[in-house]
Nanobody, 123 residues
Framework: QVQLVESGGGLVQAGGSLRLSCAAS????????MGWFRRAPGKEREFVAA????????YYAETVKGRFTISRDNAKNTVWLQMNSLKAEDTAVYYC????????????????WGQGTQVTVSS
């Protein structure tokens, strides 16, 4: 079993930065791929970024490529999403997720989810 808790969300002006953290617990955490997803009001949950269990590969949605960076430190049981140059369109609830997945961008493949953290970007 894996438990995930996101933190670091808040209100930020357009062009600003936030760093989201996902604290993980569980004996098998280090064996799981990790992803970040987001859901804006009235919209479907969408892929943001993902990282393989060993950190060997990273994936980004085209909309955030070059602005967001995903990283993990398994020794600290933590995954981060560094968000720079934030836009109003980035406003959403952000979720971290864990699982052994094939398609890193597919939310249905992730078995474990955090409760989410709100990110609001003002214009």
């Amino acid at each position: 079993q894996v438990q995930l808790v996101e933190s670091g969300g808040g209100l930020v002006q357009a062009g600003g930065s936030l760093r989201l953290s996902c604290a993980a617990s569980g004996r098998t955490y280090r064996n799981y791929d990790m992803g970040w997803f987001r859901r804006a009001p009235g919209k479907e949950r969408e892929f943001v970024a993902a990282i393989r269990w060993n950190g060997g590969s990273v994936y980004y949605a085209e909309t955030v490529k070059g602005r967001f960076t995903i990283s993990r430190d398994n020794a600290k049981n933590t995954v981060w999403l560094q968000m720079n140059s934030l836009k109003a369109e980035d406003t959403a609830v952000y979720y971290c997720a864990a699982g052994s997945v094939v398609g890193m961008t597919r939310p249905l493949e992730y078995a474990y989810w955090g409760q989410g953290t709100q990110v609001t970007v003002s214009s």
